[in-house]
């Protein structure tokens, strides 16, 4: 499985990239895209929602099942990734790419409660 070291990951398997300003921009693992198999459905949150951490944000849907996606850090939603809409399979394609989910604003305090990219790789058995 690919887990890029430069970003954090939720026990949820959401990986979390700080982005500049207090924004951070949120996908699901390459791990949790495979267990899904193939990606037909993405809900995404809405642009202003604040959401807590932990709290359901958003969810996918593939031909094996529905999964919730779970807030890694609190935060308010400031972008959303409108393309999966038309092509939710770029989330299976490129996951920590063009399959992010949504961004949002945050003051970055949270981000302790996530974890590295090694301690993730024991938590998935890699």
């Given at each position: 499985?690919?887990?890029?070291?430069?970003?954090?990951?939720?026990?949820?398997?959401?990986?979390?990239?700080?982005?500049?300003?207090?924004?951070?921009?949120?996908?699901?693992?390459?791990?949790?895209?495979?267990?899904?198999g193939d990606v037909v459905f993405v809900e995404v949150?809405?642009?202003?929602?604040?959401?807590?951490?932990?709290?359901?944000?958003?969810?996918?849907?593939?031909?094996?099942?529905?999964?919730?996606?779970?807030?890694?850090?609190?935060?308010?939603?400031?972008?959303?990734?409108?393309?999966?809409e038309a092509t939710p399979e770029k989330v299976n394609?490129?996951?920590?790419?063009?399959?992010?989910?949504?961004?949002?604003?945050?003051?970055?305090?949270?981000?302790?409660?996530?974890?590295?990219?090694?301690?993730?790789?024991?938590?998935?058995?890699?």
């Open positions: 499985m690919n887990v890029p070291v430069d970003l954090l990951y939720s026990a949820d398997h959401e990986w979390v990239r700080d982005l500049a300003g207090g924004r951070i921009r949120i996908g699901i693992t390459d791990y949790a895209q495979d267990a899904l949150p809405v642009v202003g929602t604040s959401v807590a951490a932990g709290s359901v944000f958003g969810e996918v849907e593939s031909t094996k099942s529905v999964s919730e996606l779970f807030a890694p850090v609190d935060g308010e939603v400031v972008a959303v990734n409108e393309d999966l394609e490129d996951p920590y790419g063009d399959g992010w989910i949504c961004e949002m604003g945050t003051d970055g305090s949270a981000t302790g409660d996530l974890l590295d990219a090694v301690t993730y790789q024991a938590l998935i058995g890699e």
